[in-house]
T-cell receptor, first 113, second 117 residues
């Protein structure tokens, strides 16, 4: 099946700093989503971005499908941004990917005041 | 406000107990999913239902038994679990499972944190 690697695994920032999270994947995808899991376990969808660039407030994401990576940018970070950020992809090869999203192991972000 | 609710939020059970997890989505979606999230591991897909039909079972042990009586409700029946089954169980829904090779955005519930003693 498709492999998803996220980096860095852990990231500690001071409030106000900017950061870039990376997601590499091993095969062609037709679905890529970024999620934020808060400290209470709730997963919130941030972006549906199989290709191109999107922005939502302080967050933006870019997926370069031909080079098999996606980036999540967080600007002017706040303590409420803390949590785990997951990248999840759906492969185009239905025989190996089926109906599933394959999740990376996540980036644990801590924003200190 | 996610539109997907799960109950209970926390559950502690013994290995001989039988319990059920419930998920309800208020988004009018046709597909629902169960995921397991263990400590230090990525989310693992367990089951996929589309229009109340199970379309994927990701090699899950039979002590986990899903049920989807209608497109808004999804249950996970648990019996004779093992301590290693302790995890966060997440339910998700999406508009469709598969549409022209493309999947829709998945919306997650808050999860049930399960502890098996």
């Amino acid at each position: 099946g498709i492999q998803v690697e996220q980096s860095p695994p852990d990231l500690i920032l001071q409030e106000g700093a900017n950061s870039t999270l990376r997601c590499n994947f091993s095969d062609s995808v037709n679905n890529l989503q970024w999620f934020h899991q808060n400290p209470w376990g709730q997963l919130i969808n941030l972006f549906y971005i199989p290709s191109g660039t999107k922005q939502n407030g302080r967050l933006s994401a870019t997926t370069v499908a031909t080079e098999r990576y996606s980036l999540l940018y967080i600007s002017s970070s706040q303590t409420t941004d803390s949590g785990v950020y997951f990248c999840a992809v759906g492969g185009v090869n239905l025989e190996t990917s089926g109906s599933r999203l394959t999740f990376g192991e996540g980036t644990q972000l801590t924003v200190n005041p | 406000e996610t539109g997907v609710t799960q109950t209970p939020r926390h559950l502690v059970m013994g290995m001989t107990n039988k319990k059920s997890l419930k998920c309800e989505q208020h988004l009018g979606h046709n597909a629902m999913y169960w995921y397991k999230q263990s400590a230090k591991k990525p989310l693992e897909l367990m089951f996929v239902y589309s229009l109340e039909e199970r379309v994927e079972n990701n090699s899950v042990p039979s002590r986990f038994s899903p049920e989807c009586p209608n497109s808004s409700h999804l249950f996970l029946h648990l019996h004779t679990l093992q301590p290693e089954d302790s995890a966060l169980y997440l339910c998700a829904s999406s508009r469709d499972r598969l549409a022209g090779g493309n999947f829709d955005t998945q919306y997650f519930g808050p999860g049930t944190r399960l502890t098996v003693l």
